[in-house]
């Protein structure tokens, strides 16, 4: 089936700082592909996805591209904030439907 | 108005116990979901419901049971409680489309601990 690999964390950034967080995934075909943000004591949300190769997300200052020839899906942000601090989930569909299969997480944390 | 709500926020209990988890949304959507989330923060599906027809069963232990009354709720019943169950549960909901596009929207979790 479907599934992602995302760099493991925590990674630990000086507020300004540029993030790049790695995302790659197997699947069959150009499924969706989603980032999704979890702040301290929340739930998930969605912060941006593409729907079709090629496709650029963006949302409060991170993108990511869907690009197919390296199957990555990399969120990025030019200049990070202390509220940017949360665990960010790359995520695929699997299964069929609208079931998600979530890479295992990136804890970040941006410091004064 | 909170689109996806659960309750309760925070859980303890015994082992052995049975316990639930209640979910309700307010968007309209036709599918609802539980996760699992680990102390290592790894999400893991456990049942997704459709206009309350269960639709994926993911391998869990048949203590755990699902129980959809009306396609707004999803609650989550654990009979048996063991050390294991102890995690954060997430409810969520989408459309009912079959295209995979559809954005999850998350409840803020049920954290439970089982002593």
């Known amino acids: 089936g479907n599934s992602v690999t995302q760099m493991e964390g925590p990674v630990t950034l000086s507020e300004e700082a540029f993030l790049t967080i790695n995302c790659t995934y197997t699947?069959?075909?150009?499924?969706?592909l989603f980032w999704y943000v979890q702040y301290p004591g929340e739930g998930l949300q969605l912060l941006l996805k593409a729907t079709k190769a090629d496709d650029k997300g963006s949302n409060k200052g991170f993108e990511a591209t869907y690009r197919k020839e390296t199957t990555s899906f990399h969120l990025e942000k030019g200049s990070v904030q202390v509220s940017d601090s949360a665990v960010y989930f790359c995520a695929l569909p699997s299964g069929g439907g609208n079931k998600l299969t979530f890479g295992t997480g990136t804890q970040l944390k941006v410091e004064l | 108005d909170t689109a996806v709500s659960q309750t309760p926020k925070y859980l303890v209990t015994q082992m052995g116990n049975d316990k639930s988890i209640k979910c309700e949304q307010n968007?309209?959507?036709?599918?609802m979901y539980w996760y699992k989330q680990d102390s290592k923060k790894f999400l893991k599906i456990m049942f997704s419901?459709?206009?309350?027809?269960?639709?994926i069963n993911e391998t869990v232990p048949n203590r755990f049971s699902p129980k959809s009354p009306d396609k707004a709720h999803l609650n989550l019943h654990i009979n048996s409680l063991e050390l294991g169950d102890s995690a954060v549960y997430f409810c969520a909901s989408s459309l009912a489309g079959t295209s995979g596009k559809d954005t999850q929207y998350f409840g803020p979790g049920t954290r439970l601990t089982v002593l």
């Open positions: 699947a069959t075909g150009y499924p969706s």
């Open positions: 968007l309209g959507h036709d599918t």
């Open positions: 419901y459709n206009n309350k027809e269960l639709i």
